[in-house]
């Protein structure tokens, strides 16, 4: 089985993030990028997969830091590793990229595209479903397993409150990771650095080939805290006052 | 004017959402709009029981009660798009939306615009305002029609509930798409609650990812067990293993309205915060004085949470003499 895993370098959200200038993007300058926490998964699955009953991975990253993220992959088992060429400085949009996914994925007769479920970036819309209706073929999003059995397989797909609903799809499929079956593994060290002399590929993306899109006019912070008490960042105080809250409102012993 | 409100339903129940995709389109028409609903499944009775709010109701009626699979949802649906000639079609930001919404979009070429809070409507024009960055950005967009759009959860009032006049409901002929759908659903697994019912719990403790590693949920677990809660966690650490599945907190995890929630280490991201904003007593503590939870918080502290941990576990010992 022939899978491609799609990892996408997104902004740090748990750091601080603040405008451009022209107020249409995020300031890029002396932010962190880091894989998408999702397409991390989605590279564990595909390893698993590929430890399970064999596979070829070829993994392709996406934005700033992707021949780190890309070294990382080879050494977690990626096979091939392939730097799709974004435009620099740009949010990555999954409805621009999927064209190229698609491409990429044709040319090598993939029979398995994984990527993750999400990103914060893909406000016009998600790359599973994306690229699944570009190959014209099955897309399940959410997936928190996945199991071939040849060119069968068997996903199980998260739901709210629990529910967990399981498919079956035959390959070609593309599939959105919420979970991968396991957590994603650490690399050592030294597996890392016997991964840096791994070859890394390069593609050129395809045009996007939707005529019509949605455009970001502005974008903005949300107006802060409603109408919360800020207790402060002293924990001693903190937690005194909360003691104080707690009785107030009956909650404090069990 | 068509707009499509899609809705959903399956296992004999139909989704909350579905109203509020009825009222975020109700609340967009102009002179000579019509609402149309459209639903598939097996839940047909109860949905026109429902959707009185919608001009029309479409129904892909399923004869087993069973949950139909996004690809052939959106099959459906792409048929009736085809029919109706919609202007808007309005999707939930569901499981089965993520699948349905981008798929319609890439088959018509119109543009999708995802996790859209706001609608405004200026003939063929509409200003959306849309979260980006888990919640901690707004965007607003510009679109022309025909457009797509997945909607949030919460963030339109539900419409009325009241049924539908017969008359204006249509039944689809879903069978063979039904029957022939490449994506088969062969097992549904809902949760046994006996161990943990967290929709019941009355106090909760949730960490989220700021708690660091595995083994620092046993401080936030003692000081749970302090406060007579139940222990929970937020998707990141539940994805980690930290932390079983039932005990998640959240869109893709339950949906919780305790006395107390106290949130160590949660940003706050608007799948949480869907799971949880309705508690009656908010605290969260969290490094980042700009993390979205403390928009719902009642209470908000920065420090650090394991600082906190051990004060609030020392007071609440002395206090009950333990």
């Known amino acids: ?254 | 004017m068509k707009l499509i409100a899609c809705t959903e339903g399956h296992s004999s129940k139909i989704e909350a959402f579905s109203l509020e995709m009825i009222a975020a389109a109700r609340s967009l028409v102009e002179a000579g709009d019509e609402v149309v609903a459209f639903f598939a499944g097996a839940e047909a009775d109860a949905a026109s029981s429902l959707f009185g709010a919608a001009d029309r109701l479409l129904v892909a009626r399923a004869s087993k009660s069973e949950l139909i699979p996004a690809e052939t949802y959106a099959r459906l649906l792409r048929d009736v798009i085809d029919a109706e000639a919609p202007g808007l079609v309005l999707v939930p930001y569901s499981a089965n939306g993520l699948d349905v919404a981008a798929d319609i979009a890439a088959r018509t070429g119109w543009p999708l615009i995802s996790y859209v809070n706001e609608i405004k409507r200026d003939g063929d024009e509409l200003t959306v305002v849309a979260q980006m960055y888990g919640g901690k950005i707004l965007a607003d967009c510009a679109v022309r029609l025909p457009a797509i759009l997945m909607v949030n959860p919460g963030a339109f009032a539900e419409a009325a509930a009241s049924p539908i006049d017969s008359a204006k409901v249509s039944m689809i002929d879903a069978e063979a798409v039904l029957a022939g759908g490449k994506v088969k659903m062969v097992d549904i697994d809902v949760p046994d609650y006996a161990d943990v019912d967290l929709t019941k719990a009355e106090r909760i403790v949730c960490v989220g990812r700021g708690i660091g590693d595995e083994a620092s949920i046993d401080l936030a677990r003692n000081l749970a067990t302090l406060l007579g809660a139940e222990i929970a966690g937020s998707r990141p650490v539940v994805d980690n293993g930290w932390l079983p599945k039932l005990r998640q907190v959240g869109k893709s995890g339950q949906k919780v309205k305790p006395k107390l929630y106290l949130a160590l280490g949660v940003s706050g991201a608007p799948e949480h915060l869907e799971g949880m904003s309705q508690a009656d007593l908010i605290i969260a503590v969290n490094t980042d004085p700009k993390a979205p939870i403390f928009n719902v918080a009642h209470y908000g502290a920065t420090c650090d949470l394991f600082d906190l941990v051990a004060n609030l576990g020392d007071r609440l010992r002395a206090g009950s003499g333990r």
């Open chain 1, 1 to 254: 089985m022939n899978i491609l895993v799609v990892l996408r370098m997104i902004p740090d959200s748990a750091g601080e993030l603040q405008l451009a200038e022209d107020g249409r993007a995020i300031d890029r300058e002396w932010l962190d990028f880091q894989l998408n926490d999702f397409d991390d998964h989605a590279l564990e699955e595909a390893i698993l997969l590929k430890e399970a009953g064999g596979a070829k991975v070829m993994a392709v990253a996406i934005g700033e830091g992707a021949k780190r993220v890309l070294q990382m992959a080879a050494a977690r088992g990626a096979d091939e590793v392939v730097a799709l060429q974004s435009e620099e400085d740009a949010m990555i949009s999954s409805r621009e990229i999927a064209a190229s996914i698609a491409a990429m994925a044709r040319a090598r007769s993939v029979d398995l595209v994984l990527c993750g479920v999400q990103s914060s970036e893909d406000v016009f819309g998600q790359l599973a479903p994306y690229v699944g209706a570009l190959l014209d073929c099955p897309h399940v999003s959410g997936t928190n397993r996945i199991v071939a059995n040849g060119a069968m397989l068997r996903v199980t797909q998260e739901r709210g409150a629990g529910v967990a609903v399981t498919y079956e799809l035959a390959t070609p499929a593309v599939l959105g990771v919420q979970t991968a079956s396991k957590a994603p593994r650490y690399v050592s060290g030294s597996k890392l650095r016997e991964a840096s002399k791994t070859p890394i590929g390069r593609a050129t993306p395809e045009p996007s080939g939707f005529e019509r899109s949605a455009e970001i006019i502005t974008l903005r912070l949300p107006v802060q805290g409603g109408s919360g008490e800020i207790l402060g960042d002293n924990a001693d105080t903190v937690a005194d006052r909360l003691v104080g809250i707690l009785a107030a409102k009956g909650l404090a012993r069990n």
